[in-house]
């Protein structure tokens, strides 16, 4: 039951990975793919110019777009937006880092023996269902405000992800391959790397995808509450105290970039990966 | 038999383990080596729930998160359903709502709370428009895609059979898409539960879980972040096990979809 979860999951981003993309598309075809892209960009766009200058709401509180283009890269020349940027990937890749190493480790090491998965799993079921940023609090009490906590809580959070598929995935390994591995003379440790790992690996690599995604969701909300001094969550909240909407919309713009890179970058590659390589999760 | 037994030792161990790591705490709790501040003991995050379960604070503030959740997630499945099926079913309205989704979809909803807040003030209606927001896409998402994935030659053998456009969308694509639908709105619960929490932590309003954990940290009352921690849990917990396993078992395990899903 908990496996086709990410099945899904998969299911609906190749469904959308594959619907725009047609390599044997001419010139044309291509430009009338961009356009047909762009077109709806356009009517929200004119919508919201519409709106904004028609001052149905205070100037301040809806700003029009070029306001806010204005905004965005005046914060790119000075350097400041890219400031925030760099400290939240970096947040990023930490809290995920931890969570891969941690959440794959415990997760095989679940799925390989009886005793751990006994003492683990009782634990690890009981805090997962609690949503991450619940913690957020907690973990801000016992390890102080600023960095540590928030890599720590991105960490903590995003590795459940990673636990259950890890575990999923040890346990999914066919018993007939380990049964002719150690029938034709492997020893544990040729075991583990030549049929454990590789048999667990699509869903290894489903879990730190949806670690990441998780990862993601939840770092800019820690950044808002954990008070550091960097951070795109943190420039976006504190945007709020001065009613500077542009600098929040700017803010706002670099996140849905980053998160979209995410996404077509390292998420549809991992899955292209998985999904070709080993012809495991489509079967 | 065998597996039977095997699952009383299952549970046999996971209560010794839970055991064994209450006894744990409790001694690290115990030991003074932490302030008491910020590590109370089991007994007191007992005695704190059930004192504010008993004068009705916490019913409030747990009435006050689902109410949110459930009017942020009915929104989400009234406006993310009828637009799945739309997307699926005529192109044109594909074409232009899958960019502006695509784009949209990446940004996490907390980012938008802040904006929120400017905009629509704190409270209310910013919690459950960032629930509506955060729940709306894995609803759109899947039923779009389940209602794509019907299999092709159902849809073909219906029309042989005469079944008009009507009959075809009632009978064959919605049984056929269900499977996709009720994990969506099952995602979608699972991040509007997500949500909502996050949301009534930054944009404090007055009452809610999320609120009460936050509060409890300026007062470093650790025993009721812990309490509402537990609640939230169960909440989250029950609502996965029992209203949507059930669901599951009442619409597609009856159909016999589920092994359809998984394809």
Not at chain 2, 13 to 29: H, M, Q, S
Request: aromatic share 12%; net charge positive.
């Amino acid at each position: 039951m908990r496996t086709i979860l990410p099945t899904m999951q998969d299911v609906v981003t190749i469904a959308v990975t594959g619907a725009p993309e047609r390599p044997e598309s001419t010139g044309g075809d291509r430009l009338r793919l961009i356009a047909r892209n762009v077109f709806p960009f356009v009517v929200v766009g004119l919508i919201w110019e519409i709106v904004a200058w028609a001052g149905v709401f205070p100037h301040r509180l809806f700003p029009p777009l070029e306001e806010v283009a204005l905004t965005f890269v005046q914060l790119t020349i000075s350097g400041v937006l890219l400031h925030h940027t760099v400290e939240t990937v970096l947040r990023l890749l930490s809290g995920f880092a931890l969570a891969a190493v941690f959440g794959v480790t415990i997760g095989v090491l679940m799925g390989r023996s009886r005793r751990a998965e006994d003492i683990l799993l009782p634990l690890v079921s009981i805090c997962a269902p609690v949503p991450g940023l619940a913690y957020a609090p907690l973990f801000l009490l016992w390890f102080g405000l600023g960095n540590f906590s928030a890599v720590l809580l991105v960490g903590f959070v995003s590795s459940f992800a990673v636990i259950f598929n890890s575990w999923t995935g040890v346990k999914a390994v066919k018993e007939i391959w380990v049964r002719s591995a150690q029938s034709m003379g492997a020893d544990d440790r040729r075991l583990f790397s030549h049929v454990i790992l590789p048999g667990a690996l699509p869903y290894i690599l489903t879990g730190l995808r949806l670690g990441l995604a998780q990862a993601w969701r939840i770092l800019v909300a820690v950044e808002m509450l954990a008070a550091v001094p960097w951070g795109l969550g943190w420039l976006i909240f504190g945007a709020r105290e001065f009613l500077n909407t542009d600098v929040m919309m700017a803010g706002i713009a670099v996140i849905a970039v980053i998160g979209l890179a995410l996404e077509k970058l390292v998420f549809q590659k991992i899955e292209n990966y998985t999904v070709v390589r080993w012809g495991m999760v489509t079967s | 038999m065998t597996n039977n037994g095997q699952r009383t030792r299952s549970f046999l161990r996971a209560v010794v383990t839970l055991a064994a790591a209450a006894a744990i705490y409790e001694a690290v709790a115990r030991s003074g080596y932490f302030a008491p501040a910020l590590l109370p003991t089991l007994p007191t995050i007992a005695a704190t729930l059930v004192g504010m379960i008993a004068d009705g604070s916490m019913i409030e503030h747990a009435a006050f998160t689902l109410y949110r959740v459930m009017f942020g997630f009915s929104l989400a499945v009234v406006v993310g359903l009828p637009l799945g099926i739309l997307m699926a079913r005529f192109r044109r309205i594909e074409h232009f709502v899958l960019p502006l989704v695509s784009a949209l979809m990446p940004i996490p909803s907390f980012a938008l709370v802040p904006l929120f807040m400017l905009w629509f003030g704190i409270g209310n209606t910013t919690t459950v428009l960032i629930v509506f927001y955060a729940a709306t896409f894995p609803m759109l998402f899947n039923t779009w895609s389940g209602v794509r994935s019907v299999n092709p030659i159902w849809l073909r053998a219906a029309g042989a059979m005469g079944a008009d456009e009507n009959a075809l969308f009632w009978k064959v694509i919605i049984p056929g898409a269900s499977p996709f639908i009720i994990t969506g709105m099952r995602q979608a619960f699972l991040r509007a539960w997500i949500a909502v929490v996050g949301a009534e932590m930054i944009a404090a309003s007055d009452w809610g879980l999320g609120w009460v954990i936050f509060d409890a940290k300026e007062f470093l009352n650790t025993d009721v972040m812990l309490a509402a921690l537990v609640v939230i849990g169960a909440i989250g917990f029950l609502f996965e096990r029992l209203v949507f396993g059930s669901l599951e078992r009442a619409t597609v395990q009856r159909w016999g979809m589920m092994r359809a899903a998984k394809g």
